[in-house]
């Protein structure tokens, strides 16, 4: 089961409390909540521009399922750092853009 933030919790809680009993949370819990919407948001992490998952691979976009699945693994053989040409940081981007692509076709 993945991991909840308190906040998403607390505001979950308080729906279903509302919907079920029509009663509002106890106070100590709405305090919590109200402290957590007030709490200033976290910085945003500066992240690198996405590269194109095709372009990582080595794919043309018009490519099947299997070419992606059978391309992503002659790299990562070759990429993981127990192969041939072992370079962690390639790697790690050609699972990245095999990950994206299998969100944007449905492939598992």
């Known amino acids: 089961m ?5 906040s998403n ?6 729906d279903i ?5 029509g009663q509002r949370l106890p106070y100590w819990l ?11 948001p976290q910085e945003a992490v500066e992240t690198a521009p996405a590269e ?6 080595g794919l043309d976009p018009s490519c ?3 070419d992606i ?11 993981h750092p127990d192969g041939s040409e072992p370079d962690p940081e390639k790697f790690k981007r050609i699972q990245e853009a095999y990950e994206e692509l299998c969100r944007q076709r449905n492939i598992r």
């Open 69 to 79: 699945v059978s391309r992503y693994r002659e790299l990562a053989r070759k990429y």
């Open 2 to 6: 993945p991991r909840k933030r308190v």
């Open 9 to 14: 919790i607390v505001k979950e809680a308080d």
């Open 30 to 40: 709405k305090r919590a909540w109200e402290e957590l919407r007030r709490s200033k």
């Open 64 to 66: 099947i399922p299997a």
């Open 52 to 57: 194109d998952p095709y372009a990582v691979l």
């Open 17 to 21: 409390s509302r919907v079920l009993t």
